[in-house]
């Protein structure tokens, strides 16, 4: 599948926005299904958005549904989550991952991992 890279986080204040990017490297980056996940301080990894490959198919955790959205640019080997109106409670590791099948915020259909890329939201 290749590897995975993601970019975009930082440091924004509460009601700001963010576009985070997951660069694929390899020939095979449109043929899967891919999600976003995210692991805060002291809590487990949950799943996010997922996108299937085409992008004609999404799905949100409840949480980021209005908020959050994801995409995907497969000539260019890049997956995308925009996150709109952040709140503290969105900090957290950001983390982009393959999946094996259909869409699925499942972190046991993930199949490679990026190493994340942090966003942190101050009040």
């Known amino acids: 599948q290749g590897q995975l890279v993601e970019s975009g986080g930082g440091s924004v204040q509460a009601g700001g926005s963010l576009r985070l990017s997951c660069r694929g490297s390899?020939?095979?980056?449109?043929?899967?299904?891919m999600a976003w996940f995210r692991q805060a301080p002291g809590k487990e990894r949950e799943g996010v958005a997922a996108?299937?490959?085409?992008?004609?198919?999404?799905l949100y955790a409840d949480f980021a549904k209005g908020r959050f959205t994801i995409s995907r640019e497969d000539a260019k080997t890049t997956l995308y989550l925009q996150i709109d109106s952040l709140k503290p409670e969105d900090t957290a590791m950001y983390y982009c991952?393959?999946?094996?099948?259909?869409?699925?915020?499942?972190?046991?259909?993930?199949?490679?991992w990026g190493q994340g890329t942090q966003v942190t939201v101050s009040a």
């Open positions: 390899g020939s095979t980056f449109s043929n899967y299904a």
């Open positions: 991952a393959f999946l094996q099948g259909f869409p699925s915020l499942r972190q046991s259909d993930a199949i490679t």
């Open positions: 996108i299937s490959s085409p992008g004609g198919v999404t």
